[in-house]
């Protein structure tokens, strides 16, 4: 019985996947990867932060099989990467080479290097166009020919292309300004190695490097949901955004055979990624054990691979209030927050719920029934 049981359930997991695949082939025209990078940069973004892994084309063919599936591509993309040797381990990178190409303040209207809107839908009505319905290559080809003769129209007479991009280079940090006139609270430089989390088991309490990863490469949903839990009156955190930029920051590795980080002319260029960057000011009243009184800001931070603004926000908020020595909240409890913001380790465990627990409800069953009677009480269907 049990071999005719387990050959049954092969057939069966064999005829639900061959149609789950015919579902994907319905449509009888080939998904491009190349479409899917160039029409859904975000969605592939968003696979590649999540999955803690910069392979654009790799993240798109799992877009594309996954049909759509932001959590089922990021499973793929977290399997695929688990079999990749890592070969080597690059420099810190340091933002401050940042070549930005998006960089707002919240806090100051005037900030040094000034403030670049970049493309963002900040302003934008929210409005569907329903003319996209209809759109052609050669409209696509046309507006995009108008759009770029605007704006060279717009931009050309200040600077040229490579005099821009120098200028938005190594702009200056709004936070830098406010700790050189003693604004912002110091903290104790902590030297000690990163704890890779791809690596090593959650424990608590975890070491920033392990709280910033896990945060970066969080769903994005559940880290915005819970930073907004955490402003809305579920955390002590409400920041002002001193700073947001956008841009590509370099990567770089030791020469084989190098200990430790020599001369920066040294270093491997191994190319740019895409990051977005978050420094968030939390103006703090604090009273310590000690009796010292504290007045001043904290700066939450937060940086993620793409362009995803929401969700590097919601991770400066949650850096600051994963800080708290007084738990109040649920969104400082770093055990709550840590553990199910992890969209591969949330979805696995709710999907498991569909898998067959005849056993382990039975015996749920039985218990409940035996206890009803031992207690005079009877079910009722």
Do not use: N
Not at 14 to 27: C, G, N, Q, V
Not at 224 to 239: D, E, Q, T, W
Not at 265 to 290: C, F, K, M, N, R
Not at 311 to 319: G, H, Q, R, W, Y
């Amino acid at each position: 019985m049990g071999y005719v049981a387990v050959t049954g359930g092969e057939e069966a997991i064999e005829a639900s996947l061959d149609l789950l695949e015919r579902a994907r082939l319905a449509s009888g025209r080939a998904l491009d990867v190349d479409l899917v990078l160039g029409c859904l940069p975000e969605l592939v973004d968003q696979v590649q932060s999540e999955g803690s892994l910069w392979a654009p084309e790799v993240a798109a063919v799992a877009v594309k099989q996954a049909r759509g599936s932001v959590e089922e591509a990021v499973f793929l993309m977290r399997a695929y990467r688990s079999t990749l040797e890592r070969l080597y381990v690059s420099r810190t990178i340091d933002t401050g080479e940042m070549r930005v190409d998006r960089r707002i303040s919240a806090a100051f209207k005037d900030i040094e290097g000034g403030q670049v809107l970049g493309a963002t839908r900040d302003y934008s009505h929210r409005l569907i166009e329903f003319d996209l319905a209809d759109e052609t290559d050669a409209a696509v080809r046309e507006r995009l020919r108008g759009l770029e003769a605007a704006l060279a129209a717009a931009g050309g007479s200040s600077c040229d292309g490579e005099e821009a991009a120098a200028l938005l280079a190594r702009v200056p940090r709004v936070s830098d300004y406010l700790r050189s006139i003693g604004m912002v609270r110091s903290w104790e430089r902590d030297d000690a190695a990163p704890v890779d989390v791809t690596k090593t088991p959650l424990s608590f309490p975890a070491p920033r490097s392990v709280i910033l990863q896990a945060l970066s490469r969080g769903l994005t949903q559940a880290v915005v949901a819970i930073g907004y839990a955490a402003i809305r009156g579920f955390g002590l955190s409400h920041p002002t955004v001193g700073e947001l930029r956008r841009g590509r920051v370099p990567v770089t590795i030791d020469a084989p055979g190098a200990e430790g980080a020599g001369d920066p002319e040294d270093a491997y260029y191994l190319g740019s990624i895409p990051v977005t960057e978050v420094e968030s000011l939390i103006v703090t009243d604090e009273q310590a054990e000690d009796g010292s009184h504290y007045s001043g800001i904290d700066v939450g931070y937060g940086l993620v691979m793409g362009g995803d603004e929401s969700k590097a926000i919601a991770m400066s908020v949650l850096d600051h209030s994963l800080r708290a020595d007084d738990v109040r909240y649920p969104t400082q409890d770093q055990e709550f927050v840590l553990y199910h913001i992890d969209g591969v380790e949330a979805t696995g465990f709710i999907s498991h719920l569909k898998l067959p627990h005849y056993v382990t409800f039975q015996s749920k069953l039985d218990s409940t029934v035996r206890s009803m009677r031992e207690k005079g009480g009877e079910g009722r269907a």
